[in-house]
């Protein structure tokens, strides 16, 4: 099966491709699963273990990947009253967060009612994406809590998205401005079948491990000894991911006009 982002790390590949089959076969995706972050049976509930851990109890402001298997996890920040962070999909704005309320759904007719969080609607996910505001880093407050979607998660921290790397840039930048700290909690939420021997997902120096994974059996803290990145490392990003992310293009120039005037 190819996908968008297919050929950067061989291992990767192979273990994406073995998760996705897998939850096809063992009927635990939701939709096709194949080239995304699935969306899995259960996700609700992994939610709802999400939502009684005290990391989620004590965050004001969350940030979360936009993908369908998360949409319980943001509907019920929404309805806790968090503020509520997604990326732009693939970081096509230079304001490349978009921002939720409760309050702004509400004045735009966007229901966060109890049923929503019990039969989460792509509709509801979309509509809520396009009343959120387009905010820049310094319109940003500073993150609590970070989710994130993965393909593949090890008990040691260890995890892979489809391939595309927007997490890990996301999170570079977000620590670039100081909205994520060394010490921010960073959470999945997936299917048990998601969960792989820590041997499978070996991580690169730009890789961002998880510190808590969820899913509707079980609460997983990894007690990781992955080093986080302390922001972003022009050598690994790739000459497309510069070509197509203005909010990169930017910083690079923000960079080398900062070293040139030093």
Request: glycine letters at 6%.
């Amino acid at each position: 099966m190819q996908t968008d982002w297919i050929g950067y790390h061989r291992d990767k590949d192979k273990l994406r491709t073995e998760i996705w089959s897998l939850l096809k076969q063992q009927a635990a995706s939701v939709g096709d699963s194949f080239g995304h972050i699935p969306n899995f049976v259960g996700a609700e509930l992994a939610a709802e273990k999400l939502a009684a851990l005290p990391i989620w109890q004590q965050a004001k402001t969350i940030k979360c990947n936009p993908d369908s298997a998360q949409i319980p996890v943001r509907m019920r920040a929404l309805q806790d009253g968090k503020r509520l962070y997604m990326a732009v999909p693939r970081l096509t704005d230079a304001r490349c967060f978009v921002e939720l309320t409760a309050e702004d759904l509400l004045r735009q007719n966007v229901s966060i009612a109890e049923s929503a969080l019990a039969k989460p609607s792509k509709r509801i996910a979309r509509k809520a994406l396009t009343c959120g505001k387009l905010v820049s880093f310094a319109e940003m407050e500073p993150i609590d809590l970070v989710i994130v979607g993965c393909v593949a998660a090890g008990r040691n921290g260890g995890r892979t998205g489809k391939g595309a790397g927007f997490a890990d840039l996301e999170l570079a930048m977000l620590t670039e401005f100081g909205l994520v700290e060394i010490d921010t909690p960073i959470v999945t939420t997936v299917h048990s079948l998601q969960i792989v021997e820590d041997w499978r997902l070996p991580m690169q120096v730009h890789d961002w491990a998880l510190n808590w994974i969820v899913t509707a059996e079980e609460v997983i803290e990894t007690k990781t000894t992955y080093l986080r990145p302390i922001g972003l490392d022009w050598d690994n990003i790739r000459p497309e991911q510069l070509e197509q992310i203005p909010i990169l293009q930017k910083l690079k120039n923000s960079a080398i006009e900062s070293y040139q005037f030093r």
